[in-house]
């Protein structure tokens, strides 16, 4: 149980144009999901959290008309790099919380993002 | 949250126990002290928690000093499947309900050796 998807694994485009990669919580519903990104030989930084139904809350530094964040279900959350540049190149994890009440979180394979 | 310390990188023989230790000691009385992991090129795994007691699960051990300032995670027979960096993470247990992020440190990378 508790398995979180992520798709495309792997991504590339040219500068300018926008992807849109999915994070979603197979066997269970998730109210509450957080995108984080990790650069080459770095640690994971969190970008946001996604709650269900509402808008999401950005950590400080992050553009949220660039990255873009729908959670318009309690499975599927979507994160949108708009007019990419090859500084957005990364690899973007999602994670999701169980339920309330416990505290870990389910992380998706993430996804490797690549702006030529 | 309450910043934690653990060493860059450790060795460890495939099919012995690993004690890999981290250093909590601004913690408070509400933090509970997690751990995940990742393996090379996929998102962190979580590997277990706890508050004050040691706990065990079938991935590994957390054994908790009984101040509460250092823990240590225990994989009993390490495999070279085990080879990953190791994070150390406190959550204080009433924040926002579990509803905020998680905070990665540099975590321990773990080298497993044939």
């Known amino acids: 149980g508790a398995v979180v998807s992520q798709h495309p694994s792997r991504v590339i485009c040219k500068s300018g144009t926008s992807v849109k990669i999915e994070c979603r919580s197979l066997?269970?519903?998730?109210?509450?999901m957080f995108w984080y990104r990790q650069f080459p030989k770095q640690s994971l930084m969190l970008m946001a959290t996604?709650?269900?139904?509402?808008?999401?809350?950005?950590e400080q530094g992050v553009e949220k008309d660039k990255f873009l964040i729908n959670h318009a279900s309690l499975t599927l959350s979507t994160l949108t790099v708009t007019s990419a540049h090859p500084e957005d190149s990364s690899f973007y994890i999602c994670?999701?919380?169980?339920?309330?009440?416990?505290?870990?979180?389910?992380f998706g394979p993430g996804t490797r993002l690549t702006v030529t | 949250d309450a910043k934690t310390t653990q060493p860059n990188s450790m060795e460890s023989n495939e099919e012995e126990p690993v004690h890999l230790p981290c250093n909590h000691s601004?913690?408070?009385?509400?933090?509970?002290i997690h751990w995940y992991r990742q393996l090379p090129s996929q998102g962190p795994e979580y590997v277990i928690h706890g508050l004050t007691s040691n706990v065990n699960n079938r991935m590994a051990s957390l054994a908790i000093a009984e101040d509460r300032k250092s823990s240590t995670l225990i994989l009993h027979r390490a495999t070279l499947r085990d080879a990953a960096v190791y994070y150390c993470?406190?959550?204080?247990?009433?924040?926002?309900?579990?509803?905020?992020?998680?905070?990665f440190g540099k975590g321990t990378h773990l080298i497993i050796q044939p």
């Open positions: 996604s709650n269900e139904g509402s808008k999401a809350t950005y």
């Open positions: 066997d269970f519903q998730a109210t509450t």
């Open positions: 601004t913690i408070s009385g509400t933090d509970y």
């Open positions: 994670s999701a919380r169980l339920s309330k009440g416990t505290y870990e979180q389910y």
């Open positions: 993470i406190l959550r204080d247990r009433y924040s926002g309900g579990g509803a905020d992020g998680l905070t």
